[in-house]
């Protein structure tokens, strides 16, 4: 039963491990006991675990390898694997675990939490996303562990850009900055969305600035992760978020990094990276009056099946940007296939 004026903190834990009460948290004191008693009966319960070493390394492996999945696996079959191993932590901190342990397995959680959070904004349901951005920072303040919480903000700021709150975006993205660990993935991409939230909001100034602040960091993050790892931040992404700000901003320099992009990959190569890089440019050169080539663009990208909500509404932006050219054969053709587009 949930107890009248629990601490907010705790009631938080109780959510994400679905305990039904104090005792099953490990928090309600046991009763009747002597004081000395009480006091062994503690250090029992802090050295008693079923948890073995391999379970949490291996936990620890398939953590990163959903991270490292996210690029290339559909969101909802994603999402459905992070949901099976959340469970099993969920019933692994029901058990016996020593209290190092139990830190392990939430910053376990917390990541998971965060994993599924990017995918729902992916597949636009924003409640369970601030739900379990919710999850990550409680877990971050019950570990000490201030990355997750870094990150909680970073994905929030990544919902109010694709909610397109230029304001939000970029309030969210200076907090965000101000809260990050330094030498992490996190401080790099809230830097990178501090770029886009300010090209947005026409600042050509604090574009170059947050851009030169993300390059700086990119040589300090850690390199205990992969490259392809969601939650670290890949140099080469870099260049995407220069592309897309210089396109956002009306820089015509953005042009040449947009091309260099798509340029780089083959067409079965990083898709979803692929289908952005392709929004900007076309959103590039219907600025620059070639509407044939930008809507080609826009075609490639809804064709690749791999916009979702969270990416697809830059092919109706750039839809909108060609409005004035419907006696272009391609342009009329971007136009229905927007009909196919994810809501």
Same mark, same amino acid.
Request: hydrophobic residues 45%; glycine residues 6%.
């Given at each position: 039963?949930?107890?009248?004026?629990?601490?907010?903190?705790?009631?938080?834990?109780?959510?994400?491990?679905?305990?039904?009460?104090?005792?099953?948290?490990?928090?309600?004191?046991?009763?009747?006991?002597?004081?000395?008693?009480?006091?062994?009966?503690?250090?029992?319960?802090?050295?008693?675990?079923?948890?073995?070493?391999?379970?949490?390394?291996?936990?620890?492996?398939?953590?990163?390898?959903?991270?490292?999945?996210?690029?290339?696996?559909?969101?909802?079959?994603?999402?459905?694997?992070?949901?099976?191993?959340?469970?099993?932590?969920?019933?692994?901190?029901?058990?016996?675990?020593?209290?190092?342990?139990?830190?392990?397995?939430?910053?376990?959680?917390?990541?998971?939490?965060?994993?599924?959070?990017?995918?729902?904004?992916?597949?636009?349901?924003?409640?369970?996303?601030?739900?379990?951005?919710?999850?990550?920072?409680?877990?971050?303040?019950?570990?000490?562990?201030?990355?997750?919480?870094?990150?909680?903000?970073?994905?929030?700021?990544?919902?109010?850009?694709?909610?397109?709150?230029?304001?939000?975006?970029?309030?969210?993205?200076?907090?965000?900055?101000?809260?990050?660990?330094?030498?992490?993935?996190? !401080?790099?991409? /809230?830097?990178?969305?501090? %770029?886009? $939230?300010? *090209?947005? +909001? &026409? =600042?050509?100034?604090?574009? #170059?600035? @947050?851009?030169?602040?993300?390059?700086?960091?990119?040589?300090?993050?850690?390199?205990?992760?992969?490259?392809?790892?969601?939650?670290?931040?890949? !140099?080469?992404? /870099?260049?995407?978020?220069? %592309?897309? $700000?210089? *396109?956002? +901003? &009306? =820089?015509?320099?953005?042009? #040449?990094? @947009?091309?260099?992009?798509?340029?780089?990959?083959?067409?079965?190569?990083?898709?979803?990276?692929?289908?952005?890089?392709?929004?900007?440019?076309?959103?590039?050169?219907?600025?620059?009056?070639?509407?044939?080539?930008? *809507?080609? +663009? &826009?075609?490639?990208?809804?064709?690749?099946?791999?916009?979702?909500?969270?990416?697809?509404?830059?092919?109706?932006?750039?839809?909108?940007?060609?409005?004035?050219?419907?006696?272009?054969?391609?342009?009329?053709?971007?136009?229905?296939?927007?009909?196919?587009?994810? *809501?």
């Amino acid at each position: 039963m949930v107890q009248a004026n629990e601490q907010p903190e705790v009631k938080a834990l109780r959510h994400v491990l679905d305990a039904p009460t104090d005792d099953t948290l490990g928090l309600a004191p046991p009763a009747g006991r002597a004081d000395g008693d009480a006091l062994l009966d503690l250090i029992a319960r802090a050295e008693a675990s079923d948890v073995t070493p391999s379970v949490l390394d291996t936990l620890d492996v398939v953590t990163d390898e959903l991270a490292r999945a996210y690029a290339t696996t559909p969101a909802q079959s994603l999402l459905d694997e992070v949901q099976t191993h959340a469970r099993q932590i969920g019933g692994l901190l029901a058990g016996r675990a020593t209290l190092a342990q139990r830190r392990r397995l939430l910053v376990a959680g917390g990541w998971l939490a965060l994993l599924a959070a990017t995918i729902y904004v992916d597949l636009g349901v924003r409640r369970n996303a601030a739900v379990a951005r919710t999850v990550a920072a409680s877990l971050e303040r019950e570990t000490g562990h201030g990355e997750l919480g870094a990150w909680a903000v970073e994905i929030d700021t990544w919902a109010a850009l694709v909610d397109q709150d230029w304001q939000r975006a970029a309030g969210l993205a200076a907090l965000g900055e101000n809260v990050a660990p330094e030498n992490t993935g996190a !401080a790099v991409q /809230l830097a990178a969305q501090s %770029a886009r $939230a300010a *090209a947005r +909001l &026409g =600042d050509g100034p604090a574009v #170059r600035a @947050a851009l030169d602040r993300a390059a700086h960091r990119i040589a300090t993050q850690p390199s205990d992760r992969p490259s392809d790892h969601h939650f670290a931040f890949d !140099a080469r992404k /870099l260049d995407h978020y220069v %592309a897309t $700000a210089l *396109a956002w +901003l &009306g =820089d015509p320099a953005g042009e #040449r990094h @947009a091309r260099e992009i798509v340029e780089q990959y083959p067409p079965t190569g990083a898709p979803r990276r692929l289908a952005t890089a392709r929004l900007d440019l076309g959103l590039i050169l219907a600025r620059e009056r070639r509407p044939d080539e930008a *809507a080609e +663009l &826009g075609i490639l990208a809804v064709d690749s099946d791999r916009l979702v909500p969270s990416n697809a509404w830059r092919a109706v932006e750039l839809d909108e940007a060609l409005s004035g050219h419907r006696d272009v054969g391609e342009v009329v053709e971007l136009h229905e296939r927007l009909s196919d587009l994810p *809501a």
